[in-house]
């Protein structure tokens, strides 16, 4: 069993940054979380999610094009936590953001923080 709970969210204006923070945690989940591969995705209403950053066991990020140069994933495995950090905001980029993460074949997701990025 897996708990992923977001935290960061909120109403930035254009040009602004947010640090979202993913806190992943279970009862074997917390001694492995350091080897898996950990995804930031976002939603939109009439849309499916977006791959927005992905993060491996090794450090190795991956973005999608539309947040490149703009968002930082990272991770603290003594702290079981993953975070976006997003600058240079655009309109855009307003959605919710959700952690993910595959374990043993199932996926868990978190329930989600929004983000406005609004004037």
């Known amino acids: 069993q897996v708990q992923l709970v977001e935290s960061g969210g909120g109403l930035v204006q254009p040009g602004g940054s947010l640090r979202l923070s993913c806190a992943a945690s279970g009862s074997i989940f917390n001694i492995i979380f350091s080897s898996k591969i950990m995804d930031w995705y976002r939603q939109t209403p009439g849309k499916e999610r977006e791959l927005v950053a992905r993060i491996t066991s090794s450090g190795s990020a991956d973005y999608a094009d539309s947040v490149k140069g703009r968002f930082t994933i990272s991770r603290d495995s003594a702290k079981n936590t993953v975070d976006l950090q997003m600058h240079g905001l655009k309109p855009e980029d307003t959605a919710i953001y959700f952690c993910?993460?595959?374990?043993?074949?199932?996926?868990?997701w978190g329930q989600g923080t929004q983000v406005t990025v609004s004037s």
């Open positions: 993910y993460v595959d374990f043993r074949g199932t996926g868990y």
